[in-house]
C-alpha cells in the first residue's frame, strides 16, 4: 500500500475516532449515574452485587443484586454501547429487596449497581466480569 496525504488523513482520522471511543462510553455511565443520583455522592455500603468472574457467554450473564433499605437499584454495564442495564423500584412494604436477572455485556467490563436508600443517600458495588464470547454482536 502507497502511503499517500489522503490515506495518511484517513488513518489519522481513523485513530482519532477509535481514541474517543472509550471516553463515550465513560461519559455515557457518567451521565446515566448522574440523571440517577441527581448528582449526589456516591458510597459504599448496603449493597450487594453477585456476578460471574468469568461468562462463556455474555449473551446471557446472571447477577444479583439486594439491599435490605434500597428504595431503588439501577445496574449499569458500562463497556455496552447503551451502559443502563435495568432499574428495579422497590416499595415501602416490598418482603424481599433483590433482583436477579440475566444481562447481555458485550465484552470484559465493569457491571455496577447504585442503590438510592431510604435515607435518601446512594450507594455503590461493582463487579468485573470476563466475558469469553461477546454479546451485543462480538
Do not use: H, W, Y
Not at 48 to 77: F, Q
Amino acid at each position: 500500500m502507497e502511503l499517500t496525504r489522503r490515506n495518511a488523513i484517513l488513518m489519522g482520522a481513523g485513530a482519532f475516532l477509535a481514541a474517543g471511543m472509550p471516553f463515550r462510553a465513560s461519559a455515557a455511565t457518567e451521565d446515566a449515574i448522574t440523571a440517577f443520583t441527581g448528582g449526589a455522592d456516591v458510597g459504599a455500603g448496603d449493597i450487594n452485587l453477585t456476578a460471574p468472574e468469568i461468562a462463556e457467554n455474555g449473551n446471557t450473564v446472571p447477577i444479583e443484586v439486594s439491599s435490605v433499605t434500597a428504595v431503588e437499584i439501577m445496574v449499569l454495564a458500562t463497556g455496552n454501547p447503551t451502559p443502563s442495564v435495568a432499574t428495579f423500584k422497590f416499595g415501602k412494604l416490598a418482603a424481599s429487596r433483590s433482583a436477579s436477572t440475566r444481562i447481555r455485556l458485550a465484552g470484559t467490563q465493569d457491571v455496577v449497581a447504585i442503590a438510592k436508600l431510604e435515607d435518601g443517600s446512594f450507594v455503590q458495588a461493582s463487579s468485573t466480569v470476563k466475558v469469553t464470547i461477546g454479546g451485543c454482536g462480538g
